[in-house]
Each structure stands twice: as structure tokens, then as C-alpha cells.
């Protein structure tokens, strides 16, 4: 069987890298090669054979019918449109094309972008040529929150509380001190408190969208775990709802990569799958409604890699699910 | 010198533990002796000798003139009450006396239980004969959010989201699987979402007592850390305040147990330490004015047994500092 | 396709879940019912339905072909004679049927039960109708020193210092205080040291069966981790050996589970996957011939449930290699 | 009181930063300067007040009456020099003044330069101008070994197998990223097996000057926890020994930093204290006589900083134990 040619650029950080190992066991897919800084070769986990990894300007992007970039937010725009120049479609791992980012002069004006969260986007990133890949956090957050939005039913003027969460790979794999294991281990912090985190922009484009007037107060926290984050969202409700995990399962039924939980979900539950794992809950004794969402995501699957793969899948129309770990 | 003789009640749980501790090493206080299912003797770290441990009913309680009772919620009050009539000055770490819990039979009726958040309960606190100890997060909580309730900073009808994280040593060394090493590491999930946890009574009483109409939405977690508690508040204000964190420096300056910090305070910064560690900042990009405020203490210092020392310290007349690591 | 009706006797530990797991993913295998304290049901990771779990007392023998024993030492013995009895093929992966262990009386005393260690015994294997799953330590020692034993290689006299490290899974998911998290993070430490450890026995026999006179001293000890082991071997030799990474690869050249490792291995490169990863080098400034064996395996899959499917492969003449993960 | 001016060189790593705590929270000391590659000020955790920071080339060593040099390898030497010709005594935590190592000619041929055990040099270190402090992992070796060696009890021609496991700060805290959290959690590995590492010639060095012609083989690992190193020795013995723990007891007795454990000793048992807990037991069931001797040291404290202040306070006539935690 003819598999399609793929290259990875940016295949040695912890996203880059999940990509190699999907694209390589993907059976419609081939690994033709993937970027890095220290050119050599690469042997994803599972691959029957080695990779070439090439420097980046050395990419020769000819030769893929399909380009997932994980290169850098500001590096990574350039190589979007010279990828497209080749007659590639690609996927953007990058914060660059995704919504509430300036626009990028490079890129043909009229080349439509989708922003790839997949489950609520299908329509638009079916036959796109390039792809933004949502952001990790973005991903677990506006997938809980969406059934709320749709119906607005967020209390106007309302304040929508995200405390999250993110294992350490969340930070990259550039070595710098505060993610030495002597460092992280028994610790938990908040950063970017009140800051404009590149995900902010991502979050009030949706609520936008929507018409809504609410604010989102987005604070991420570094938790002492290799993968996976949790997001904990608070949303003060216009009025009542009868049955709320219900929201729910109506919106995501069916969809193979959304499971709506019984219970709180847990980091272990999605590390290694490409799913999101929502519980929803009212809060008891409070005067007003209220709304306790929490979304369960692999940083590095559900987060990045596995949705890019996922959003190539339709892009080609491929079998969504195709080369994705359940 | 003549050191006061003390008990502690449940001395082999994770607080009892700590207590036994910081009791033998206080330099006004001696270790009478503890109490635990299976009798014997302990000798503390840092202790110069083997204490006796008795099993409850045998309880020699006439011979201390302190007892600090870490026994099971539910079971500590008869055990309050019979030290009480022993004559002994008691803190109770255990729910059983804490605003919110219903009142005690087997107490005198005329005993007034002041609420040990010492820094806001100082005058209560002192010359009591009974202290209700706080709970480990609503220490955090109440100490973070006093200075925005004390001046009716709120914004009215608002919702408080607190996502709060704890080690596994909040939730007690009774082994059960779902604390097993194997079980959480690299995990990380919320608990009694929606649910009307223990610690709600408390943080609603404080509420209340300041008049504020604000629903409190408190959401814990377990992380795989073994100690130590951070508290994520987002707090809708009622008018925007210019100097945020200038509110918890003017409310607690001078007192030794609580850093008002530049940057988002880590686990790390507070474990093994009597302290709480406070930031605040404003929301960015928010449309209306909302603080985030950030809290961390070690759950079995500032959290249980430290705080419940100084919560003594007071009560007696000693030096709040005496015995307390910072 | 017809597949063969499985049991899991003992399915909640972490070795019986595993199996479990296994077996419900298996290509040529279902499962048909597990036992445990608790009946009900449960739905391995990745299994497409539900499965009954029953009452040891109650499990309906006749029903599987095959019957997987991760019942405790001891009380297993009895419940594979009585599988056997029932007609069913018997993989037992306790202790009570290893070499080092008194014989059982309940078993037929025609009964061969091959010790499975399956590189080492495929052809006791094959055809067998009960076979011994070996130890999870025994399996990492025993793959990394039979080159060695088989060519006579190791000094006579010698001490064989087996120094292994095991992830807090190998001692079982029943609740132990000192197994859980807040003891086991940031430990270290050796335990049974000196001690006739359940698995000396078995290693034991296998010097014996070599005629090598070597004492062999093994001190297991327990890492905060999951899951995983690794066996440092300190093997003084008869003679140098000109190429000592070569004797692994002759011997086990071709086996799909066994991989010659070029540098040391680790706990991430073995886990979730059914292989022993072994590297050898010679002691450097050493005045006599000294090899260091080091051989790392997942406890849980190569180290017990995995090497439970491989022997059960090879016992029903399936491809070795039948649903395992690689 | 007159406290003794004091430098650390290399004042930012993790032992640097560790000595600069205790000489700060020190009786006698006074920490004047530390170095470090960015100039600024340190305030070690419970110091008064905050220290100069100064780049190393422009350290006034001629204000230090006791210099730390914490610096790297191969650079220290030089240093060392520079603080003497300055008129202050040094204690070198770097390897190269250590036996074993070429001889620094930098250095006045007639400095005598102890090895700092302080319990087995004692009677050197007092008086000395320079004090080399032995390496984290020969610290725990050779205190666990000194009582065998020095009775002759190692079998001639043995080989003693070390292996041995460090937390990560025994790495450093130079950002590298197999030192990540997020490659070291979850995992456990040998590294420089069969090599040539640093710590063998002292090790080497202690065997030669006892007349030992024993082969010691030293692996190392990586361990999943911040600190903390366990060293777990099998020693072939030359003749039974009725009561092996009784040999270090005898040797050890009145010794405030050596602890004789009655079980294996664990890293959460000696961190954050200078101490070292040996234990050791002959092996069972083995024909010839063998000694497994285990012994735990936190790798900052009694295997860095801790001895490195122990040892100066016994060159400068101070207590032994003065400003270190038991």
C-alpha cells in the first residue's frame, strides 16, 4: 500500500518526538524524515527502520505530501508558507496561526486556516491545507467549556475561573534548572499568574465567538509529573440545569476521543491516549448556579501531537481515529 | 526549668507525628506521652528520649496540663471533654469543634471554643482553655482571602472559585489503595468535586461572619507531592484596588508566620516551615477587576500540628515563635 | 474466529489486572471470567466489553481453557490442581510450583512443570499442560547470567553480588503503610537483606543445575517507582573474555523479547513492553576478570503477566509473540 | 562573639549553596562572600541577612580566614592555591587534591593534604592548612568498609561489588536534559559502568593503604529522588565473624555523625542530616562467608557540605559538631 511521505520539523522536543512515533506506526503514513538541530537519524519507538533527521534548512520539503511542524512559536510561521510554497499541506503546532495571534505575512493572504480542535472543527478542517493545532491547555479547557458556550448559559458578566494544571513536558525539553528533577519533584507552583499567557488569546478568541461577555481568569500551575494536564474550570451559570453531565454526553456523543466521566478524571486515565476526559458536577450549597467542569488531557497526545495527527486524518479523509492510541 | 507536661492524642497519624515532634523539642513543653492503637514507646527526631505510648482508654490524662487531641473527626470531641475535666488546656485538631460542625454535648456549655487561625484570632485565642485548631485548607484559604473580606472587597452576588491542591499526607496514614505509592505517582485528580466537604462549614462561617453574600466553590486535589498545600483563589472584586498586594503586607506586617511574596509561592518555599506564603495580582486582560491570590503552607505545620503549637504558644503566654521551625 | 476461554484466578492485583488486560487484547484469546474478593465486573484498558469477576469459591473452572493463576504463594497450588482436574491448561504464576519449593500434593505427581523461563525452557514448554511462571527478579538475574553459567564462565568459588531494584508494584497493591506514597517518594532503600528471600530458591536451582558452586548474594531493593526492575550483576570470571557483550548476542540472537543493549539500560526503555533489556561490560582497573551484568525488565509484563502470555503462547503452539506489546 | 570570616567558592551549585547555608545558620562562622558565575547577593534559607555574590576573579580571598572551594573539578586546585598564598585555610570539595589524583603544582610541595574522613583522619585534619573532602560516594563506601579492611577481613583475591544509587543532585545543577524531571522520574539507571570513574582512585587508594589486593567494583545509578545515596556493598570474607554489626559499633562508638542501624537504612532516615547509618548482616545460605554492609548518607551533607564544615570545624579547634544538623 502506497503511504503517504510525512515530515516532522522540530522532531527532537517532547512533542516533535511523540509525532515521530505516531506518523512512523501510523499504517497510512510514512516517516520521509524530520528536522532537528544535530542532524543524524532517529529511530522512533515501535519503527520497524531508522529516520534521516536533517537541520532545517537543509529540510527538503519536496519530498513530503504532509508537514507537522513543531518547530518554536515565531520560527515556526515561515516554514508553514514554505512548506505550502512545495505543495505540502501541513499541520501547525505552533501558537502561530491559531486565533488572537497577529497575522502572517508569509502565508498567502487567502489560504484559510482552521483552528484544529478537532471535535468542534471537523466541517472546516476537512480539505484545509494547513491546520492550526490548538494549544495543550486551549485543547482541555474549550472542549469542557463548549456544551456552556453553545448554549449560553455562562451567567452574563460572569467570571470563568480555570485553575490547570500541566505535567512537565508542558515546559519543553530545553534544559533549563527549574525543570531538573531536584527542583520539581515535591513541588507544585502557579506561573504566569495574571500574565497574558500565549493561551489567553486562544481562550477569549472562543469566547468571542460565542458573545460572550465573560471574563476567563486562566491560571496554570507545574505539576511533578512527566505528562498529562488537568483543568479545573468554575463557571458561574445564567440559570439552572436540570441534568449537566448530560450537556455533555448530547454534545460529544459519539465522538471517539471524548469520553464523558463518571468521576472526577485523573491524569493516569488519558496518559498515552489521544482522549479527553470531562466530568462536569453542580457545586452543592451555593445560592447561585454553578458549574464544576474538569478535562483530562495527555499534553503531548490529546494536547499536540495525537489532535495534529487527528486533524491530518480528516484533513486527508483518512479514518479520524487512523494511527491514534484509545 | 520546669517544662509543661503535654499529651497528644493520636500520635501515629501523620499530624500526631509531627506534633510529637515539635512538642519534644519545644523548649517549654515536655512530652508526657502519646497516645496510639498499639502501645509501646516513640522517641520523636530530634528527641533525647523514648516517650511512652499508651493506648487511649488507658490515657493517663490528669498528668498533662496541654493536650493536643489529632484524633478522628467524630471521636475527638468526648476525648476534649474528658481532658477538659481533667483538668488540661486542650487543642483540638479535629473538625469536631470548628465553626459550621454541630455543638458538642459532653462540653460545658459556658466553654467558648475560639477558631485558632491565631494571626486572626489572636485575642480569642489567648487565655482560652479549648482552641478549635483549623482545617489544613481552610488555614490557607481564610488567611489568603481575610484581607479582601475584611474590606468588603467582594464583589457582591460573586463567586469565589478556590482550586486547591494538597500532598497525600492531608489525607492520613491509614493505608488504603488508592494512596499506594503505585497509585499516585505521576497522577494528579480533584476530589469530592460538587460535594459538601468537611472544610466547606468552615470557609462558609468565615463568609458569613463578614456578610458576604459570595458563593464559595472549593474543589481539592490530590498530588503526588507528600507535603505541602496550595490554594488558588479567584476572587471577583467590587472596584478595582491599585496596589493589590499591598493589602496582605499592611494586614499582616510584623507577623512571623506570614510572607507576603513576590512571585507565586512554590511548595518547596514552605514545606518543613511554620508559614504561610501569600501573592496576589490583579487578572489581565479581564474586563472586570478580579484578584488571584495564591496561598502555600505545609499541610501538617502551618496546616495542623505547627499552627495547633502556636495556637499554644498563645493560649500559655509563651512566645508565639517558641518551638515553631521557620 | 474461535478464541480460547481464559480465567485470570486473582485478577485485582497488579500482576492479575495486567493479565487481564493481556488477555481480553489478545487476538486469539478471551477472557471469560476473573476471580477476586470482590465479584462484579471490570473492563480491562482497551477491552471492548465487560467481564464477570467472581468469588474464588464460585469460579466456574469448566469454563476456560486456559487458566492464569495470580493467586498468593501458597493457597495457588491448590487452585491449579483443581483447574487441572477441570481440564484446563495451567500457567501459575506464584511461587509454589518453582524449582526451590517443596513439592505439591494436591498436583498429580506425573505432572511435569517446567520451571518458564521461556528463552531458556521453550521446549519444556511447548506441550506442557502446567508451567511455573518464574519470579520477576529470578527472570531479570537469570536471562543476564545463563550465557555466562552455560559456558562455565563464572570463577570457581566465586561470589555473585546481584544487587536489584524494583518498582513498588512487585510488592503487591494490598495496602501497606510503608507502601504508600508519602513513605515511598524520595526513599531509597535495600529490604529482606541477608535473608532467605522466596526467590533465592529459584536462582539457586539454576547455579545448581550448571554445577556451578557460586554463592550467589542477592539484595532486592525498593525504588520510587511504578513499575520496573533492574539486576546489577557483579560476576567475577574463570578467564577474561575477549568479546563479553557477544556472548548475550549469539545467545540470544533472534529472540524477539531479548534485546543486547549498547549502553545501560533503563526503568523507561523496558516498561509497557515484554522484554528484558540486558548490557555487559568488563570491570575496568580490576587485576582479575570481572563482568558487570546489568538486565532491566517492566516487573509487571516480562517480569510476570507478559512472560505468563509468552509461555501460554508457546504452551498452545500460538505465535510466541501473540498479543504482546513490543 | 568573633565569628570567623568565611568564603564559598562556587557558591550557586547545589553543594555551594548547601555550604553557604550551614556556614550562614554556623555559631562561629560568618559567611563574608560566596562566588558565583552571576555577581549579586544570596540569602541562604534561615540566614539574617543577605551575602555578596562576587564573579570568581574578583573574590577578595584576602577577607576569608576559611575558604569552601566548591568549585569544579580540574579548576579548583588552582584556588585552593590562590586562598592559601592569601593566608586562609581551605577545605577543597573537588576531587583534585584527593588521593589518586595527579599532584597539583600549583600548590606548595610541602602542604600536607589530608583526606578528609574525619573519622578515619581525625588526627590529620586537625591542624591541617588544607583539607581535601572525599566524594559523596567513597564517603558511604569507605565508612561501611573501613572496619573489614582494617581487621584484614576482606577474603584475599575477592572482589567487592559496590553498587551503588545517588539522588540527582549528586549530578549537579547544570541544566542538562537527562537530568529533566521528565526523564529522571519514573526511571532508575547504571551509568559509566565498567568505567574509569572519578571516585575509584580514592576508593583504590584506601584498599592500597590497608595492603588489600581486593578487586572493589563500583556501579553507580541514578536515582528517581532529589537526594540521598545508598551504597550496597558484598564482601567476601575471610573467615566467619561471629558478631559482624559488633565490628562497627566497636569502631564507631562515640561517634556523633556515625549511626549502627539494627535494619537497612533508608534515604528519608538520613537526609537533611550529617550523619551516616550503616548496617550489615552475612549473607544467608551461602557456603563461604560473606558480608553485605549497607550505608546512607544525604549526598549534600555528610557526602559534600556537611563533612566539608565537620572538617573545619576540627581543623580550627572547634566543637565537631558545631552548626550541623543531627
Same mark, same amino acid.
Given at each position: ?5 510525512v515530515a516532522v520539523l522540530g522532531g527532537?522536543?517532547?512533542a516533535g518526538?511523540e509525532l515521530c512515533?505516531l506518523v ?5 503514513m510514512?516517516l520521509a524524515?524530520a528536522s ?25 520539503? *519536496?519530498?513530503a505530501?504532509l508537514v507537522f511542524s513543531a518547530l518554536?512559536?515565531?520560527?515556526s510561521?515561515?516554514w508553514v508558507?514554505?512548506a505550502?510554497?512545495?505543495?505540502a499541506r501541513v499541520v501547525d503546532l505552533s !501558537? ?35 491546520v492550526?493545532n ?39 525539553? !530545553? ?36 458573545? !460572550? *461577555? ?90 499536540a501531537a495525537?489532535q495534529a495527527v487527528?486533524n491530518a ?14
Amino acid at each position: 500500500m502506497h503511504k503517504l511521505p510525512v515530515a516532522v520539523l522540530g522532531g527532537t522536543g517532547y512533542a516533535g518526538a511523540e509525532l515521530c512515533g505516531l506518523v512512523a506506526r501510523h499504517p497510512a503514513m510514512e516517516l520521509a524524515f524530520a528536522s532537528a538541530r544535530q542532524p543524524g537519524e532517529l529511530r522512533p519507538t515501535g519503527a520497524r527502520r531508522a529516520v534521516p533527521v536533517v537541520a532545517l534548512d537543509d529540510a527538503p520539503l *519536496d519530498r513530503a505530501e504532509l508537514v507537522f511542524s513543531a518547530l518554536p512559536h515565531g520560527v515556526s510561521a515561515t516554514w508553514v508558507a514554505r512548506a505550502r510554497r512545495a505543495g505540502a499541506r501541513v499541520v501547525d503546532l505552533s !501558537s502561530d496561526l491559531r486565533p488572537g495571534n497577529p497575522p502572517v505575512a508569509a502565508l498567502d493572504g487567502a489560504t484559510r486556516v482552521p483552528y484544529g480542535l478537532t471535535e468542534l472543527a471537523r466541517d472546516d478542517v476537512r480539505g484545509a491545507d494547513v491546520v492550526a493545532n490548538p494549544g495543550c491547555y486551549p485543547t482541555a479547557i474549550l472542549l469542557a467549556l463548549a456544551p456552556l458556550l453553545r448554549r449560553d448559559l455562562v451567567a452574563p458578566g460572569a467570571t470563568i475561573a480555570v485553575a490547570a494544571a500541566s505535567g512537565v513536558t508542558g515546559a519543553g525539553a !530545553s534544559p533549563r534548572r527549574e525543570l531538573l528533577f531536584a527542583e520539581v519533584a515535591e513541588d507544585f507552583r502557579a506561573y504566569g499568574v495574571g500574565n497574558d499567557h500565549r493561551h489567553v488569546a486562544e481562550l477569549q478568541a472562543m469566547l468571542a465567538r460565542h458573545g !460572550s *461577555d465573560a471574563d476567563l481568569v486562566f491560571t496554570p500551575h507545574l505539576l511533578p509529573v512527566a505528562r498529562g494536564i488537568l483543568a479545573t474550570l468554575t463557571v458561574p451559570l445564567r440559570e439552572p440545569v436540570a441534568d449537566l453531565p448530560g450537556l455533555w454526553r448530547a454534545d460529544y456523543d459519539g465522538e471517539a476521543f471524548v469520553e464523558i466521566a463518571a468521576a472526577p478524571p485523573s491524569l493516569r486515565e488519558v496518559v498515552g491516549r489521544n482522549v479527553v476526559r470531562i466530568f462536569a458536577a453542580p457545586a452543592a450549597n451555593a445560592r447561585r448556579p454553578i458549574a464544576i467542569v474538569l478535562a483530562a488531557i495527555d499534553n503531548l497526545l490529546k494536547g499536540a501531537a495525537g489532535q495534529a495527527v487527528q486533524n491530518a486524518n480528516v484533513m486527508l479523509g483518512l479514518a479520524e481515529q487512523s494511527g491514534l492510541p484509545l
